[in-house]
């Protein structure tokens, strides 16, 4: 049985993580989970409210931090032994998998600062490589589409597993090097590694930062929503549901050391998600503001998903983006205790670089 037991998920207070944390509880019941999240101005608690106590553990710490995720995999294991020798009836299967999200994740903020990138992102994943070295266990890497660099916005080709690595930001340049570890760390000292490379996700608990958020609570706040250049650019949308899917089939029955690509053919340019936000809000089309393009911006990304379908019958499910996206924008407006402390500094730190 290659299903894990007890599983560490880095960076489970984010917005895949905790998507991905509430869909393993409701999905796998019978996995237990431990959340290790440093809570940067990315990730919140919160976020995890209600997932059942007696299946999640929340340490908030650094993954960089090499004694703490030892201490975290020791005591776990220690711990289950006190319980089974005092007869515990339920006692905790020690951690048998990481499931790493944790990175920071805007490229806009890697271009003000790349310092604390390169520190989570490489140095993070390098901690958790070695301790899954050590502990003989089973990880899986989530990274983005963004390694590959851009396509053009009209050649018909899209991104495969063989496609060259040429990231173009200082954000997925630290992921291209965390991926790269990733293999290495597989090949050299066989640690059971694999990768999924994921186009953009959107759904509840995503960061105002990001693009859909920050135009639904735009609206919500009165402000004008904002558009990068031309918003010529192309994104592949995925819903985060479909993602964590994806990640539980790759983590369960995908091949050790490989990596799938995953996406669910959802391209779409700025603009035109712009509009249809625009109008699912009751706003005029033109009902926004063209600021400074964001510099060395990737064009378009585009997914194919073959590999993660013929290989393990993986299927998004949630195709319909209208209806996604409407869902989503519902959540933002149900939801305005989750996301107006962080509006705010977010605008202005916009403001200040032009955007
Ligand atoms: P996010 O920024 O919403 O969340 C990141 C989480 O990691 C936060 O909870 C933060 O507190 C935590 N974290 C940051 N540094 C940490 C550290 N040093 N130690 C422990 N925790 C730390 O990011 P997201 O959008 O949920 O992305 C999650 C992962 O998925 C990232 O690895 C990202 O590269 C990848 N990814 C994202 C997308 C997307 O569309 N958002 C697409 C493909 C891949
Ligand atoms: O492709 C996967 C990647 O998707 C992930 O690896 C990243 O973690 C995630 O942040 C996302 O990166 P992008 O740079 O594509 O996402 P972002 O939401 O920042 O921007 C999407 C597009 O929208 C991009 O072309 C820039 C544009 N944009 C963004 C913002 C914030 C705007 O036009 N206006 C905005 O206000």
């Given at each position: 049985d290659s299903r894990p037991h007890h599983i560490l998920v880095t960076g489970g207070a984010g917005f895949i993580g905790a998507n991905f944390v509430h869909w393993v509880a409701r999905e796998q019941p019978d996995v237990r989970i431990t959340v290790l999240d440093k809570l940067t101005?990315?990730?919140?608690?919160?976020s995890l409210d209600g997932v059942p106590a007696d299946r999640l553990t929340f340490v908030r710490g650094d993954i960089c931090d090499a004694g703490l995720v030892e201490t975290l995999l020791t005591e776990a294991a220690e711990r289950d032994g006190?319980?089974?020798?005092?007869?515990a009836i339920s006692a905790m299967p020690p951690i048998d998998a990481i499931v790493h999200f944790a990175a920071e994740s805007h490229n806009d903020n890697s271009i003000l600062d790349a310092t604390p990138f390169l520190r989570t992102n490489i140095d993070g994943t390098y901690v958790l490589l070695e301790a899954a070295r050590r502990h003989g266990l089973r990880i899986h890497h989530i990274s983005t589409d963004e390694v590959y660099g851009d396509l053009a916005l009209d050649e018909p080709r899209k991104f495969t597993e063989a496609s060259p690595y040429k990231p173009s930001s200082p954000y997925s340049a630290s992921k291209a090097a965390s991926d790269h570890l990733v293999r290495a760390w597989h090949r050299t000292y066989g640690v059971r590694a694999t990768i999924s490379n994921c186009s953009n996700n959107y759904g509840p608990y995503q960061h105002v930062e990001k693009f859909i958020p920050r135009?639904?609570?735009?609206?919500?706040?009165?402000?004008?929503?904002?558009?990068y250049g031309t918003g010529a650019a192309v994104r592949d949308w995925i819903s985060v549901e479909d993602h964590c899917s994806a990640i539980w089939a790759i983590l369960t029955r995908g091949r050790i050391g490989e990596t799938y690509l995953v996406g669910a053919d959802g391209e779409m340019s700025n603009i035109d998600v712009l509009r249809m936000i625009l109008a699912r809000m009751g706003r005029r089309p033109d009902d926004f503001d063209h600021v400074g393009d964001r510099p060395g911006g990737d064009k378009r990304y585009a997914i194919d998903a073959t590999k993660i379908t013929r290989e393990l019958g993986w299927r998004p499910r949630h195709t319909d983006f209208a209806e996604g996206l409407d869902?989503?924008?519902?959540?933002?407006?149900?939801?305005e205790n989750w996301w107006i402390p962080d509006k705010q500094a977010t605008e202005e730190k916009y403001r200040l670089q032009g955007h």
């Open positions: 101005y990315a990730g919140k608690r919160e006190a319980m089974v020798a005092t007869g135009q639904v609570t735009n609206v919500l706040a009165g402000i004008r929503p904002k558009l869902e989503t924008i519902a959540w933002y407006r149900t939801h």
